[in-house]
């Protein structure tokens, strides 16, 4: 992203923009998705910049996954949901639209229309193995 990229989140987080705030700790804002896929549809995200997860300190990103646990506990409470995602795109090729870290929390109910596809196929033990040791080194 280059530097004039207007951030919308950090907008919010400066008040420049509105949001309807869910909830707010020293380092996050979780607050309504603009385009909820379901009802309680929530964004977690840093107050402070992050475009991508290699760019947020571990330590808040641990407190926003703490955060989403919250919003996740409120909306079984309020909304009485069949289950509940979260979802985190890091990346266009992921589906990152908005350059700032967020975490999707969404409610779901039976027969609702969301749907996250992906053609899975059993790999070898070989290729699994291999994949393995390329993480594994670097962690
Ligand atoms: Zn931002």
Known sequence: MSEDYECPFCSIVGGEARASVVAETDETLAFADLNPATEGHTLVIPKRH???LA???PAVGGRLFEEGMAVAAAAR???DPDGINFVLADGEAAGQEVFHVHLHV???YEGDDVRFVAEQSRADREALDAVTEQLRERL
Do not use: K
């Open 50 to 52: 992050a475009a991508g």
């Open 55 to 57: 760019d947020l300190d």
């Open 77 to 79: 409470e309020a909304l």
């Open 106 to 108: 969404v409610p779901r």
